[in-house]
């Protein structure tokens, strides 16, 4: 009646996508290099640690949340221009079921223009407001990490430590 209520029936199940860009002060085989799991630079090796589990395929912890574990399966790797992995939380957490990252770099004036696309498959049935709240913390999650990977190229793992340490 009037709207006042909103919607309770489902919203649809399709996947979450959402999308971030910035600027990083490095050349774009060092970002590689820093989001590739099976390089030893890898940025998520110094705040956790990532074992190679088989061809591509990698087990992720991070210091964070030391009860959960991230199994990624790297499904594009591409040097210098795009880095993509699926990745699953064990045990699942909220609603879930698996996210696709993807990084996308390029070369500009000195710096590298990455993008990070995030999308998320969710558990079916959710309603309007559920998707909602989904899409929200999906969209933090990936302004996050974005700006968490910005800081560590260019500023240290310290600072991230610090920053998580405030989380």
């Keep these: 009646m ?8 489902p ?3 399709g996947p979450i996508i959402v999308s971030h860009s910035t600027l990083i002060d490095c050349h774009p085989e060092h970002l590689y290099r820093t989001v590739d799991f099976g390089d030893e630079r890898c940025w998520k090796k110094a705040v956790g640690s990532v ?4 061809e591509g395929t990698f087990l992720m912890r991070v210091d964070m949340a030391p009860d ?3 199994p990624i399966t790297v ?5 210098e221009e795009a880095y993509a992995y699926e990745c699953t939380i064990e045990p699942k957490v909220g609603r879930l079921v698996k996210s696709v990252e993807r990084y ?4 500009h004036e000195g710096q590298t223009h990455v993008t990070l696309t995030m999308l998320a498959e969710m558990d ?3 309603t309007a407001r559920e998707r909602k709240h989904e899409s929200e913390m999906l969209m933090m999650a990936g302004s996050n990490a974005l700006a968490k990977l910005k800081i560590h190229i260019e500023e240290g793992v310290e600072t991230i430590r610090q920053i998580e340490a405030m989380q």
């Design 2 to 9: 009037f709207g006042l209520f909103g919607k309770k029936g």
């Design 11 to 13: 919203a649809g199940d």
């Design 51 to 54: 074992e190679r589990t088989g």
């Design 68 to 70: 959960l574990q991230f």
């Design 75 to 79: 499904l594009e790797a591409v040097p």
């Design 104 to 107: 996308d770099m390029s070369e």
């Design 124 to 126: 079916p049935g959710m």
